[in-house]
């Protein structure tokens, strides 16, 4: 969950997580588990790509350029791995 505050002229901006509010996943045992609710400005890999609630992909980003530069690498020294 992300809670947005407005101000006075009408922006709105995140605001952070309140402790006091705490969700809970039901189990199929019919006992719940607290939801772990992280700080926003921690990214998380969700469907396979890096995100944050306030849409910064700077990680996504980071990752992907790590995965070129060693695919770039292996191509200059002509050795693909077989996967």
């Not at 006992?31 to 990214?43: G, I, R, Y």
Request: proline fraction near 5%; charged fraction near 35%; glycine fraction near 2%.
């Amino acid at each position: 969950m992300v809670d947005y505050k407005w101000d006075a002229e009408g922006f709105w901006r995140y605001e952070e997580t309140n402790e006091d509010e705490k969700l809970y996943d039901p189990l199929p045992d019919r006992s719940s588990v607290k939801n772990e609710q992280l700080p926003l400005d921690v990214s998380e890999k969700t469907l396979g790509i890096w995100t944050k609630p306030t849409r910064d992909c700077d990680k996504n980003l980071e990752v992907t350029e790590t995965t070129i530069e060693t695919w770039t690498s292996h191509l200059e020294a002509d050795r693909l791995l077989a996967k």
